[in-house]
């Protein structure tokens, strides 16, 4: 079975600066999905990105980025420029193909500080 | 359009009734999946619908048990509920059965079980 691990419960970044997120996941899959999942306090999953693993090239969206090494089974979180807005739990997800549900991990409290 | 809809945003509920919660998914969307967040197991899939049918089910006891409707809307039910229950229920939809990779989540179901 897939696992997936996030090994900071917990981070904090000063506002405007550059903060990185680690995730490592364990599959014997050699095509599948990553992705990062935003939960505010209002508890609303959103997705931020995803990244498909037979893409060599590291997924962005505006001031989101990922660090994906796919021999190492790492897919890492870079956030520039943070901002309050982006105060929240931060998820990253696996999954198997499109037709199979997403595999977790526990999360990293991200808090950005003013 | 609106986004998935999960009702009731909060619930209390005492050890060994049931509970029913509903997810009304994106207009247009035929698959809506439910996941159970608590603190220690973090985030774990229940079961997902499309089209009325069950497509996977998650490792939970039989006392958990879903349902779809033809109108897309889905509800789950716990019945007998245990202490260990108390969870934030979220529900997820997506277009259709091959589009797992775009979920879009509720706000999800708080159920305390005293």
Known sequence: AQTVTQSQPEMSVQEAETVTLSCTYDTSESNYYLFWYKQPPSRQMILVIRQEAYKQQNATENRFSVNFQKAAKSFSLKISDSQLGDTAMYFCAFMKDRNTPLVFGKGTRLSVIA | ?114
């Open chain 2, 1 to 114: 359009k609106a986004g998935v809809t999960q009702t009731p945003r909060y619930l209390i509920k005492t050890r060994g009734q049931q509970v029913t919660l509903s997810c009304s998914p994106i207009s247009g969307h035929r698959s809506v999946s439910w996941y159970q967040q608590t603190p220690g197991q973090g985030l774990q899939f229940l079961f997902e619908y499309f089209s009325e049918t069950q497509r996977n089910k998650g490792n939970f006891p039989g006392r958990f048990s879903g349902r779809q409707f033809s109108n897309s809307r889905s509800e789950m039910n716990v019945s007998t509920l245990e202490l260990g229950d108390s969870a934030l229920y979220l529900c997820a939809s997506s277009p259709d059965r091959t589009t797992n990779e775009k979920l879009f989540f509720g706000s999800g179901t708080q159920l305390s079980v005293l």
